[in-house]
């Protein structure tokens, strides 16, 4: 069964990075484009970035772009998101989720892992 | 990139019919027949409930169903169960490989 579980989540300073890890499983994981998607405390669902199967292209939330990198390694089944210059207000669950093959839609998620950023 | 528009919070008894309503605008809801609703219990992942509009996911009950109107989407469930108390969400894909999301929804079942 498909299965992602993301890692790498901690307390940071403002200021600071965070490098976050999704590990996959259960699907061909080189043939399917990726997503991460944030989740403040008590607050809704946020886009974050978006990466091509082969990791050619990539996409990004204004809110994070020019701070935040999402990567992958197929051969490893990771997808990774670098978060630079982190603010109080990236404070939050952050969630890989797979794009469903056939449609832009983001069919399964991991259980996310939880950035805090506070001085 | 602004957030899709749900209202915060709707209630049922279980067994009636409860509609949550996701406004966007013509860059996304309008544009694009790629509106996906989500369900997410406290602590826990979001799970796919429908997409493209009105397809659902293996495993997902056709009490659940999903429609579009303009910029409007829409879920139904019907004959409401006291495990549908959750949050929704609904989503959008908004061009050039972005996606927006809508604030939520809290679904109490009364």
């Known amino acids: 069964q498909v299965q992602l579980v993301e890692s790498g989540g901690g307390v940071v300073q403002p200021g600071g990075s965070l490098r976050l890890s999704c590990a996959a499983s259960?699907?061909?994981?080189?043939?399917?484009?990726m997503h991460w998607v944030r989740q403040a405390p008590g607050k809704g669902l946020e886009w974050v970035a978006f990466?091509?199967?082969?990791?050619?292209?990539?996409y990004y939330a204004d809110s994070v772009k020019g701070r935040f990198t999402i990567s992958r390694d197929n051969p490893k089944n990771t997808l990774y998101l670098q978060m630079n210059t982190l603010r109080t207000e990236d404070t939050g669950v952050y969630y890989c989720?797979?794009?469903?093959?056939?449609?832009?839609?983001?069919?399964?998620w991991g259980q996310g892992t939880l950035v805090t950023v506070s001085s | 990139q602004s957030a899709l528009t749900q209202p915060r919070s709707v209630s049922g008894s279980p067994g009636q019919s409860v509609t949550i309503s996701c406004t966007g605008t013509?860059?996304?809801?309008?544009?694009?027949?790629?509106v996906s609703w989500y369900q997410q219990y406290p602590g826990k992942a979001p799970k796919l409930m429908i997409y493209?509009?009105?397809k659902w996911p293996s495993g997902v009950p056709d009490r659940f169903s999903g429609s579009k109107s303009g910029n409007t989407a829409s879920l139904t469930i019907s004959g409401l169960q006291a495990e549908d108390e959750a949050d929704y969400y609904c989503?959008?894909?908004?061009?050039?490989?972005?996606?927006?999301f809508g604030g939520g929804t809290k679904l109490t079942v009364l």
């Open positions: 989503c959008s894909y908004a061009g050039s490989y972005t996606w927006v």
């Open positions: 013509s860059s996304d809801v309008g544009a694009y027949n790629y």
């Open positions: 990466m091509w199967s082969d990791g050619s292209n990539k």
């Open positions: 989720a797979r794009k469903f093959g056939g449609s832009y839609t983001l069919d399964y």
């Open positions: 259960g699907f061909t994981f080189s043939s399917f484009a």
């Open positions: 493209d509009v009105s």
